[in-house]
Antibody, heavy 122, light 109 residues
Framework: QLQLQESGPGLVKPSETLSLTCTVS??????????WGWIRQPPGKGLEWIGS???????YYNPSLKSRVTISVDTSKNQFSLKLSSVTAADTAVYYC??????????????WGQGTLVTVSS | DIQMTQSPSSLSASVGDRVTITCQAS??????LNWYQQKPGKAPKLLIY???NLETGVPSRFSGSGSGTDFTFTISSLQPEDIATYYC???????????FGGGTKVEIK
């Protein structure tokens, strides 16, 4: 059974860089059938796609966040990571990692991590 | 950028009722639309992909339809365990870019 687990600091200071890692177990991140993505949800609000990566390293970002986001992959560790720079209180959210379809063509996010709350505060 | 307008933002219905949620795209997105269910404190769950295809293991009381700019998500007979917030999600093909609707909170009357 595929599992995804987010890890990283739960508190980040304003203007600093938020860093999270997603560890994938029960399946290979190097599969050609999937992309791996990050989605966030501010408390009490809706979902926002941050960006996704293919195991080869190709990345796709939300245009509204592109200037601050870097997503990378480490196939040897079966992990992918998110860095969001120059954070503000508006970046406080639950951050989810997820797997989404590529080969099927619908980009559906079929497997999700449990999510991790990141608070931006001094 | 494509905008997704979901309505209503919330609804209250009785067990056994038919529930309908709509999602409108700001431009033609063909059938590039997925639907998710999110229960409180949990990650979202994919229910419908490509507008009308039921994800494996999802009960048949859930369905989706539409193409172009107008889409509908239906629960044919609302069950207590269906209490959740539902989101539509559009995707651009090549490169993959995803946009979520604002969500619809479904409650039991």
């Amino acid at each position: 059974q595929l599992q995804l687990q987010e890890s990283g600091p739960g508190l980040v200071k304003p203007s600093e860089t938020l860093s999270l890692t997603c560890t994938v177990s029960g399946g290979s991140i190097s599969s050609s059938s999937y992309y791996w993505g990050w989605i966030r949800q501010p408390p009490g609000k809706g979902l926002e796609w941050i960006g996704s990566i293919y195991y080869s390293g190709s990345t796709y970002y939300n245009p509204s966040l592109k200037s601050r986001v870097t997503i990378s992959v480490d196939t040897s560790k079966n992990q992918f990571s998110l860095k969001l720079s120059s954070v503000t209180a508006a970046d406080t959210a639950v951050y989810y990692c997820a797997r989404h379809e590529r080969k099927r063509g619908d980009y559906g996010l079929g497997y999700w991590g449990q999510g991790t709350l990141v608070t931006v505060s001094s | 950028d494509i905008q997704m307008t979901q309505s209503p933002s919330s609804l209250s219905a009785s067990v056994g009722d038919r529930v309908t949620i709509t999602c409108q795209a700001s431009q033609d997105i063909s059938n590039y639309l997925n639907w998710y269910q999110q229960k409180p404190g949990k990650a979202p769950k994919l229910l419908i992909y490509d507008a009308s295809n039921l994800e494996t293991g999802v009960p048949s009381r859930f369905s989706g339809s539409g193409s172009g700019t107008d889409f509908t998500f239906t629960i044919s007979s609302l069950q207590p365990e269906d209490i959740a917030t539902y989101y539509c999600q559009q995707y651009d093909n090549l490169p993959p870019l995803l946009t979520f609707g604002g969500g619809t909170k479904v409650e039991i009357k």
